[in-house]
């Protein structure tokens, strides 16, 4: 990566020369060691002219060699992989922009209400963090959720924007977006993880969810969280099909819900944490 290499100048050429983290790594161990070895060797010389001190004190510079070399190493080391961890960090971010851009035109295509994404990918995370996950756990959750209908770019907008009821051929077809999102971010390393959400999401508690009818705790637990918020997000909000709920009538339905739709501990998580997770969905980020 450009902020890892070394950059020198070709003789007789104006292009750049890039050496590899690793080999420039390398190269200044050598360096600084030969320089080390040289100079220590010159004024042990100079000074000690008694042989049985200079064995001890060889012994010495030897000991010192090794300790300031391992020093330089893990610092050398350390900074590269550093540098690294900023540039990989960089390139996710340029990934999740990206796809968030992507989302929004879903979105819209979607007529979904302003920030529905946004809004999931909040109150998903805010409730997995209560619910005790971290590190890549939570990064899942927020792709996941961020991309949970990905599988509907493949279906119609006669069956995605239907005003009325759906009949069961269109029924059948809206429900095979789950594996068409789960086989899409299968394609790609870094969001294998987050398909958990996209495939199991039409999951329910009581087994009779689509499209495998998983059951209760073998629904993943990423799918099980963002499930408690896509329902409160579908119901307090105006789809095409439908207006918003009121807030008292969302929060009965989480309640009904528990145990047959949605795990019950997540909603009773969810309730008790209400007042900082609709904040939070509703608190657009700068």
């Known amino acids: 990566m450009a902020e890892c ?3 020198g100048r070709v003789i007789g050429e104006g292009s750049p020369v890039v050496l590899s983290p ?3 790594t390398a190269g200044t161990y050598v360096l600084v060691s030969a ?3 040289w100079l220590s060797g010159r004024l042990l010389g100079d000074l000690v002219h008694d042989p049985h001190q200079l064995v001890h004190y060889q012994i010495i510079k030897g000991w010192a060699f090794v300790a300031g070399t391992g020093l330089l190493l893990y610092w050398m080391i350390g900074r590269t992989v550093h540098r690294m961890a900023d540039a990989n960090q960089r390139l ?6 990206a796809l968030r851009v992507l989302v929004e035109a879903m979105d819209v295509r979607h007529k979904e209400t302003s920030d529905h994404s946004e809004r999931v990918v909040r109150m998903a ?3 997995a963090r209560v619910a005790g996950l971290q590190g890549e756990a939570m990064r899942d959750i927020k792709f996941g959720a961020l991309l949970h209908d990905i599988g509907k770019l493949a279906l119609p907008d006669s ?7 759906l009949d069961d051929e269109e029924i059948r077809v809206m429900r095979t977006h789950p594996r068409i999102g789960h086989d899409m971010l299968q394609r790609i390393d870094f969001l294998r993880g ?3 959400i996209p495939y199991s999401h039409h999951e329910r508690w009581d087994g009779t969810g689509y499209p495998r009818g998983l ?3 073998e629904i993943p637990l990423a799918a099980r969280i963002f499930s408690v918020v896509d329902v409160w997000d579908a119901l307090s909000f105006p789809r095409v099909y439908k207006p918003a709920w009121p807030e008292a009538e969302v929060l009965k339905y989480l309640r009904e819900a528990a145990g047959a739709q949605l795990d019950p501990k997540l909603v009773q998580l969810f309730l008790d944490n209400y007042p900082a997770l609709k904040t939070l969905a509703l608190t657009p980020h700068p």
Do not use: T
Request: cysteine-free.
């Open 22 to 24: 690793q080999l420039r």
């Open 159 to 165: 069956i995605l924007i239907k005003p009325g009821k």
């Open 215 to 217: 059951a209760g705790e």
């Open 92 to 97: 996710l971010d340029g990934h999740e922009q």
């Open 5 to 7: 290499a070394f950059v």
């Open 125 to 127: 995370a805010g409730l």
């Open 194 to 196: 987050a398909s958990a």
């Open 35 to 37: 320089i080390y070895i």
